[in-house]
């Protein structure tokens, strides 16, 4: 976080303001909670999806799923939401991670179903489009998938071993189709 400061409210007090807000099944909307920023907190995500306050690892599992439901990124930075507060989070990477994907289909009629590290299911297509970055330096590449409301996974290193298996080649690129949709990966010029 830039020179914006840190803020006391805990992560209790959000998430019971979270729960509050939390009607039925679903995500709340945090698109339309407009509350005042209140600063930042010390929570952070790492790039492999673990959740951080004041440097330490959340263990449990349920809150950071709660965090997760309140998560909004406005620009490029990202705050926990409520209809009473809104404060701001360092995110390494990608606020979530994607742990698994399952392919249905073939070809053009083929769908590609990620789960997140949070337990959130969505299937790549026009509406969450797969993406990938490549390290300028090593070239390496960093794919991702749109889970919702510019929110992002990261794919993990074995999903993305297991999409390339099933990659095609489609008009001078090597990708994916899922929902319809060409997802290209990597020029089939640079591929050995």
């Not at 799923?65 to 809104?86: A, C, Q």
């Not at 990620?114 to 590449?141: W, Y």
């Amino acid at each position: 976080m830039s020179a914006r400061s840190v803020t006391s409210p805990s992560p209790e007090g959000i998430a019971a303001s979270a729960r509050a807000a939390v009607k039925g099944r679903g995500l709340p909307p945090v698109h339309l909670w407009n509350p005042p920023f209140c600063g930042d907190l010390d929570m952070r995500i790492a790039r492999d999806g673990t959740w951080f306050y004041l440097g330490t690892p959340i263990g449990r599992p349920e809150l950071v799923r709660l965090f997760s439901t309140i998560l909004r990124k406005d620009g490029d930075n990202y705050f926990l939401v409520t209809p009473v507060e809104k404060v701001g989070i360092t995110v390494d990477d990608a606020p979530f991670v994607a742990v698994d994907v399952e392919a249905a289909g073939q070809g053009r009629d083929q769908v590609l179903r990620f789960e997140t590290n949070v337990g959130d299911h969505v299937s790549a297509g026009p509406e969450h489009p797969i993406r990938v970055e490549r390290d300028p330096e090593t070239g390496e590449p960093a794919p991702y998938v749109l889970v919702r409301a510019n929110l992002e996974a990261l794919i993990d290193r074995k999903s993305f071993y297991r999409l390339v298996e099933i990659g095609a080649r489609f008009e001078g690129w090597f990708g994916l189709w899922s929902g319809g949709t060409f997802f290209p990966v990597i020029p089939e010029a640079e591929l050995p």
